[in-house]
């Protein structure tokens, strides 16, 4: 299974979307990556590891609980998430099946020394907020209506 390695906080101070939610709270940033992530995960089989700098969120914050699919890591203050990341792909036994999310270039330079793949925080993002309507189930379900079928529906629900 591929497995991505998400610098958390360079992606979300990258990405407008995401870096606006910072104006609230770090927990917001953090939470809204997290929904999209989870968002992305429910139709494809991938894993992921989340790696935010510091220590863990207080307790009442809403973070997902890890699962098969996504774990959430904290470097524990004050440590960066830079060396953890460099530990996770040094222990990757199939280097070639991971990809790391960054746009830090002494990460980026270290995971291209062990044969890692590379995607920046943009394009990775941009793979995260891809439109559900794009997505291949709904590709597979959608398609127009005829007229007839337009004038039944219209009449089922009592439009004229």
């Known amino acids: 299974m591929n497995k991505y390695l998400i610098d958390a906080y360079n992606l979300i101070h990258a990405i407008p979307e995401l870096k606006k939610y910072l104006d609230e709270s770090l927990e917001a940033g953090r939470e809204e990556l997290l929904r999209y992530i989870n968002n992305y995960l429910a ?3 991938v894993e992921m590891v989340v790696v935010f700098d510091g220590s863990e969120p207080p307790i009442e914050v809403d973070t997902p609980h890890p ?21 996770l792909i040094r222990s ?19 995971a291209k020394m062990n044969h890692a793949k590379m995607l920046s925080t943009k394009a990775f993002f941009n ?24 004038d039944e529906w219209m009449k089922l629900f009592g439009e004229k």
């Open 43 to 45: 139709g494809h089989q």
């Open 67 to 87: 699962t098969k699919e996504l774990t959430i890591r904290y470097s524990q203050a004050p440590f960066k998430a830079d060396p953890m990341l460099k530990n």
């Open 92 to 110: 990757e036994g199939n280097k070639k099946s991971i990809t790391l999310v960054t746009d830090d270039m002494d990460i980026v330079r270290f």
């Open 127 to 150: 793979l995260l907020a891809k439109p559900f309507r794009e997505q291949d189930i709904y590709k597979k379900y959608d398609r127009d209506m005829s007229a007839d079928e337009l």
